[in-house]
């Protein structure tokens, strides 16, 4: 499993969302905070895509790592999503412990805010979208993985398959004509099932490689690699 975070702990990663963007930068800082009066480690990430930077921060239990709370991303953010179970990220990572184990997460997902609101003005407006995933977990063989920041010997790997149904926008009686055909077609697009490849190692805090392909119609993948890191000490 991964290393405990700590204030001072640094990571950043090469990044890609092929076929549309390349070559991007994802900086990952841990720092000491507060959240909402009570002790807080923030995590700071930052992502810069030809040449704009976007930065949002979460908060965990410096004790306990329990999920907090979360700011916005970007000031241009017109959405904010919200997850059921909050912590559902460490569920995942937790969910398989022996190799060839298969565990299920469920989340719940709402998407809220004037982006949701304006994107779908045309067919009768919505205030909320919702929908439900489901991310299926094995754990994989070991192995020695090598990256840009260095090889890690005996890393976990894990193989998250995720899958999205029952996709809802509130706020929309549905009585639109354009409604059913271009909700219909949305849905479908937002229900294509999403494979993952994670790697784990208990020397990192945070995952030293990430894989992901779609299904979708378009193709495509995202990758994140570790390219430098900087742990406080333990």
Do not use: H
């Not at 930077?53 to 979360?70: C, K, M, N, R």
């Not at 894990?158 to 029952?166: A, F, K, R, S």
């Amino acid at each position: 499993m991964p290393l405990t975070p700590k204030a001072g702990d640094s990571l950043t990663y090469s990044a890609n969302m092929l076929p549309t963007v390349s070559n991007y930068t994802m900086r990952y800082d841990y720092s000491s905070s507060t959240f909402q009066g009570q002790p807080a480690l923030a995590l700071t990430t930052t992502s810069t895509i030809a040449g704009v930077t976007s930065t949002g921060v979460t908060y965990t239990s410096p004790t306990t790592g329990a999920y907090l709370g979360s700011n916005a991303a970007a000031a241009t953010t017109t959405t904010v999503t919200t997850f059921d179970p909050p912590d559902y990220q460490d569920r995942i990572n937790n969910a398989s412990y022996n190799i060839g184990q298969v565990a299920t997460v469920a989340v719940k997902a709402r998407v809220t805010g004037s982006g949701i609101t304006s994107a779908f003005a045309a067919i009768g407006g919505g205030t909320a979208l919702t929908m439900d995933y489901s991310f299926t977990v094995e754990r994989k063989p070991n192995e020695s993985l090598t990256v840009a920041a260095g090889t890690f010997a005996n890393v976990c790997k894990l193989q998250v398959n995720v899958t999205i149904n029952n996709v809802k926008l509130e706020g929309n009686n549905g009585s639109n004509p354009m409604f059913s055909s271009l909700f219909g077609t949305l849905s479908s697009a937002f229900a294509q099932p999403f494979n993952n490849t994670i790697w784990l190692t208990n020397k990192l805090p945070n995952v030293p490689k990430f894989y992901m392909t779609t299904a979708a119609a378009s193709g495509g993948s995202s990758t994140q690699e570790l390219t430098s890191y900087t742990l406080a000490p333990r």
